[in-house]
């Protein structure tokens, strides 16, 4: 059984999602032929959600991790609430974490976990360095390096992030 962690970029445009989710459906077809795909996710709005769709689509089961206790209230916007409550229900694993607000350090204990638990990550990532606030998608990228957790960039020609 391989667990598969995900890190992403938010603010993806619109003409890039269907590109990613189609470059996340390949790379996760390599790993679903034998029934074993596990998919773990924080299901925040872009890469990860689209992630966690592709992970259900290939039939594989999907853990989601939630930064903190106020997360869907305060921070899941209505734009992706329905999403957001759809992959909920649909997970296998559901892990809310003991913060109680949503803040940088639950968004890093967060991908702390995502990092302990993973096999590989899948890092839907246009490259560039982390910005210095911690959390985000280029941190989990040197993190799980750092951990010896193999990492496959995802950013397929003519994504983009908005501006």
Known sequence: MTIIAVTGHMDLTEDSVPLVRAALDDLLSRHAGDGQLNGISCIAKGSDSLFAEAVLAAGGRLTVVIPSQDYRQNKVKPDHAALFDRLVEA?????VLPHEAANRQAYEAANAV????????VAVWNGEPPTGKGGGTADTVLDAQAAGVPVDVVWPEGAARRN
Request: glycine letters at 0%; hydrophobic letters at 55%; a neutral charge.
């Open 91 to 95: 997970a296998e694993k559901v892990l």
């Open 114 to 121: 995502l990092v302990e638990r993973a096999d590989r990550l």
